[in-house]
T-cell receptor, first 114, second 111 residues
Framework: DAGVTQSPTHLIKTRGQHVTLRCSPI?????VSWYQQVLGQGPQFIFQYYEKEERGRGNFPDRFSARQFPNYSSELNVNALLLGDSALYLC?????????????FGQGTRLTVV | TQLLEQSPQFLSIQEGENLTVYCNSS?????LQWYRQEPGEGPVLLVT?????EVKKLKRLTFQFGDARKDSSLHITAAQPGDTGLYLCAGVSGNTGKLIFGQGTTLQVKP
């Protein structure tokens, strides 16, 4: 069985540009969450989607947006990129929401903003 | 705001030594998870602790959840070079399953 897949794996963008990151969850998983991991830090929660609805949002500016599609895949969009947006963006899928649910992470997308 | 503080941030030890990593918060979590992350990969779940005072063992790794469900520790016995990596604790917040991560502990085990 395929795990969580993210694309692209690496990306270089210029300040001011926008970027779209993609995530395909494990088959049968309906919940997708996005995290940002800056070098040397733990991941920070950005969004959670379940059954195509936003269930949670972290402390990130409106430049960050996301959506979930009927097949439960998800996109994370970031507009007007800043140098500080350079990070590893992780997608996690789980079968449901709620405490104690195991989250499975993809390998991440390494975004570099120059 | 719920925060988790991990200590130490960096640890470099010789093969065969023991070590403990701590994860502390002023907030109560419904459960706490420990992950291990290798370079270029996403975090991989090691264990979930749910009950205050709970102790779980995974081979040479022992995980403990504090009685008040605000803190946790990871103890590794006789560390091996294969244990090298970034260890992350994460509190599970509320009913959404949102994870609040500590800043991580980078462990290097030298042969």
């Amino acid at each position: 069985d395929a795990g969580v897949t993210q694309s692209p794996t690496h990306l270089i963008k210029t300040r001011g540009q926008h970027v779209t990151l993609r995530c395909s969850p494990i088959s049968g998983h309906k919940s997708v969450s996005w995290y940002q991991q800056v070098l040397g830090q733990g991941p920070q929660f950005i969004f959670q989607y379940y059954e195509k609805e936003e269930r949670g949002r972290g402390n990130f500016p409106d430049r960050f947006s996301a959506r979930q599609f009927p097949n439960y895949s998800s996109e994370l969009n970031v507009n007007a990129l800043l140098l500080g947006d350079s990070a590893l963006y992780l997608c996690a899928s789980s079968s449901r929401t709620g405490g104690n649910t195991e989250a499975f992470f993809g390998q991440g997308t390494r975004l570099t903003v120059v | 705001t719920q925060l988790l503080e991990q200590s130490p941030q960096f640890l470099s030890i010789q093969e065969g030594e023991n070590l403990t990593v701590y994860c502390n918060s002023s907030s109560v979590f419904s459960s706490l998870q420990w992950y291990r992350q290798e370079p270029g990969e996403g975090p991989v779940l090691l264990v979930t602790v749910v009950t205050g005072g709970e102790v779980k063992k995974l081979k040479r790794l022992t995980f403990q959840f504090g009685d008040a469900r605000k803190d946790s520790s990871l103890h590794i016995t006789a560390a091996q070079p294969g244990d090298t990596g970034l260890y992350l604790c994460a509190g599970v917040s509320g009913n959404t399953g949102k994870l609040i991560f500590g800043q991580g502990t980078t462990l290097q085990v030298k042969p």
